[in-house]
């Protein structure tokens, strides 16, 4: 039996099939460059050797990156559109907070550049491997990869009671509440966080200041503060104050990192240490 076909629609048939095949055929980026410390560790992960040429500065650095050796292999750049158009690019990783009137200029030179999403939720990290791979043609290390995280994080994950009370408390005050990462990790390990959604919150989320009386009426079971910066601060000097130095806590703070900053698999790290912390809590014979 035949069907009549529309001339129209069989162009658009047609446009969509050469589109599909070009897609398909189409071959992998060669020449990546990240310009962003998230997708700088997402393209490391994920990239075949030989195809990424350039990561963000802020990757060698320990303080800011979970994979400061492995970036030391990578030539640097600073962001600037000059600079990444003369590394001849077939693609350009950005973040949600990168530079856009860079982005706009490396599009209008012609480079295709791709954003890659802030990482809120461990939900969301599959994805962005997922993402990582289809943008480089490395679907199957991806995937791997996507599939082992979800493994891990079912594995480390505590739903059940009890859950104790944890604080950041960074300087100048700062925590991070409902819609951060940070505050997801803390959830994933069995924590209830005094800035997520307790009293303290207020109904803020993301990061604010808590107020150092707060905190010490609050007394939770767990500190999490910030790595000290070889040279200190000011703003520093909060964590010094006596009366945070006088909470139970304090004297086995955990220390946030690199590791709990973007979404990737290394974040299982801060996660892991996490649900150390909680299960040790659990099990002390001050919480029975």
């Not at 599959?126 to 791997?144: D, F, K």
């Not at 959830?187 to 107020?211: I, K, M, P, Q, V």
């Not at 500190?223 to 000290?228: A, G, H, V």
Request: a neutral charge.
């Amino acid at each position: 039996m035949w069907v009549c076909v529309p001339p129209s629609s069989a162009i658009r048939l047609a446009a969509a099939l050469a589109l599909a095949g070009a897609a398909v055929l189409a071959d992998p980026p060669a020449r990546v460059v990240s310009m962003n410390l998230c997708t700088d560790q997402l393209a490391m992960l994920v990239a075949a050797p030989g195809q990424l040429v350039s990561i963000s500065d802020l990757a060698s650095n320990p303080m800011n990156s979970a994979m400061p050796e492995a970036a030391r292999a990578y030539p640097a750049n600073t962001g600037g559109a000059e600079e990444i158009f003369l590394m001849r690019p077939d693609l350009v990783l950005a973040g949600t907070y990168s530079n856009p009137a860079t982005l706009a200029m490396l599009e209008r030179l012609g480079i295709r550049v791709a954003r890659i999403g802030l990482t809120t939720r461990l939900a969301e990290v599959p994805e962005r491997l997922r993402q990582t791979g289809r943008l480089l043609g490395r679907e199957a290390r991806a995937e791997a990869l996507a599939r082992t995280f979800e493994r891990d994080l079912a594995r480390l994950s505590r739903g059940g009671p009890p859950r104790p009370l944890a604080a950041f408390f960074y300087a100048n005050g700062y925590t991070q509440g409902k819609g951060t990462l940070s505050d997801d990790i803390l959830t994933h390990a069995g924590f209830a966080n005094l800035a997520g959604s307790g009293e303290a919150a207020r109904g803020r989320s993301g990061g604010f200041d808590l107020a150092l009386e707060e905190l010490v009426m609050a007394d939770p079971d767990l500190l999490i503060l910030s790595r000290p910066y070889p040279k200190t601060s000011r703003a520093e000097e909060i964590l010094a104050h006596p009366a945070l130095r006088a909470l139970p806590a304090t004297a086995a703070p955990a220390l946030s990192g690199p590791d709990w900053v973007c979404g990737t698999p290394l974040v299982l790290d801060a996660l892991a240490e996490m649900t150390r912390r909680r299960d040790a809590l659990a099990a002390s014979p001050d919480r029975n």
